[in-house]
Nanobody
Framework: VQLQACGGGLVQAGDSLRLSCAAS????????MGWFRQAPGKEREFVSH????????YYADSVSGRFTISRDNAKNTVYLQMNSLKPEDTAVYYC????????????????????WGQGTQVTVSS
């Protein structure tokens, strides 16, 4: 499985961006998908998760209500719509895929995901 993320950029506080992550390989619809981010000097942190087969979604408290994760299984793509961006959202954003379904207790742990994209930079100026 290969993941290709895109859509990052430089925006002002309050603006919106939509990240996309295209997956190659089989069984996309059966894989749990997630987004993580890593700011300079900080550890990689969980942002959002969507269950396999387009089920439930989960968010970090810091982005809940502003970010929306979705997936298009026909296009093998997962999206992260980011609204009301803040300077503290500045980071490299990574998409990740599980080998299959990831148990709920593990969805915020990077180690639960088997495949990672290359990352896309999001910079939010104040």
């Amino acid at each position: 499985v290969q993941l290709q993320a895109c859509g990052g950029g430089l925006v002002q506080a309050g603006d919106s961006l939509r990240l996309s992550c295209a997956a190659s390989g089989d069984n996309f619809r059966g894989r749990s998908m997630g987004w993580f981010r890593q700011a300079p000097g900080k550890e990689r942190e969980f942002v959002s998760h969507i269950r396999s087969f387009g089920g439930h979604t989960y968010y970090a408290d810091s982005v809940s209500g502003r970010f929306t994760i979705s997936r298009d299984n026909a296009k093998n793509t997962v999206y992260l719509q980011m609204n009301s961006l803040k300077p503290e959202d500045t980071a490299v954003y990574y998409c990740a895929a599980g080998n299959g379904r990831i148990i709920l207790s593990e969805i915020e742990r990077a180690r639960a995901y088997a495949y990672w994209g290359q990352g896309t930079q999001v910079t939010v100026s104040s």
